[in-house]
């Protein structure tokens, strides 16, 4: 079965400053990993995805995310934080890869952004 | 194209009340997917269906809650003799046979 841990419930940075979202997952099948955002009171909007091919991916709102099979992780970076990146964070595994099927997500990251 | 919708987006019962949850798939996508995400807490799988078929429940909980896909109309996520515990965001997201899946707005269920 797949599992997912985000290591760290709150996150907070600065304006400007590096953002770190950590991502392991665990899965017996090669995986499909995603990272999703979601806003107070809204639905989860797709961030980014890996889906087997490049392991460094690129997302929408300058966020990007590595692939590594050694570490098993799958951690989402930005290079500068801004105000509106304030949000809860959700990394996610697939069941299967290839196909449609469920998603198991990791316990979320909220990340706060202060001036 | 619209996305995702779910409705209600906010729905209130007492307890022993039944709650119906409705979800209208992106066009062209012939998946849908149940998930409920209590406070504070993660996204939970509940159920995976296509058109007239329930493909995987094994996150349902085997009482008072199902969940059905019919060939015309949209996704009903039913609840029966709602309890506190029942208060919750559910969830909807649909996909093609990719694995992308699309959230709608949810639906905040609030049991009294």
């Known amino acids: 079965a797949q599992s997912v841990t985000q290591l760290g419930s709150h996150v907070s940075v600065s304006e400007g400053a590096l953002v770190l979202l950590r991502c392991n997952y665990s899965?017996?099948?090669?995986?499909?990993l995603f990272w999703y955002v979601q806003y107070p009171n809204q639905g989860l909007q797709l961030l980014l995805k890996?889906?087997?091919?490049?392991?460094l991916v690129k997302g929408i709102n300058g966020f990007e995310a590595e692939f590594k099979k050694s570490e098993t992780s799958f951690h989402l970076t930005k290079p500068s934080a801004h105000m509106s990146d304030a949000a809860e964070y959700f990394c996610?595994?697939?069941?299967?890869?290839?196909?449609?099927?469920?998603?198991?997500f990791g316990t979320g990251t909220r990340l706060q952004v202060t001036l | 194209n619209a996305g995702v919708m779910q409705n209600p987006r906010h729905l209130v019962r007492r307890r022993g009340q039944e709650a119906r949850l409705r979800c209208s798939p992106m066009?062209?996508?012939?998946?849908v997917y149940w998930y409920r995400q209590l406070p504070e807490e993660g996204l939970k799988f509940m159920v995976y269906?296509?058109?007239?078929?329930?493909?995987?429940e094994s996150g349902m909980p085997k009482e008072r809650f199902s969940a059905e896909f019919p060939k015309e109309g949209p996704s009903i996520l039913r609840i029966q003799q709602v309890v506190r515990g029942d208060s919750a965001a559910y969830f909807c997201?649909?996909?093609?046979?990719?694995?992308?899946?699309?959230f709608g707005p949810g639906t905040r269920l609030t049991v009294l």
């Open positions: 066009k062209g996508h012939s998946h």
């Open positions: 899965s017996s099948v090669p995986p499909y």
């Open positions: 890996y889906t087997s091919a490049a392991t």
């Open positions: 269906l296509q058109k007239e078929n329930i493909i995987d």
């Open positions: 997201a649909s996909s093609t046979t990719a694995n992308e899946q699309f």
């Open positions: 996610a595994v697939s069941d299967q890869t290839g196909t449609a099927s469920k998603l198991t």
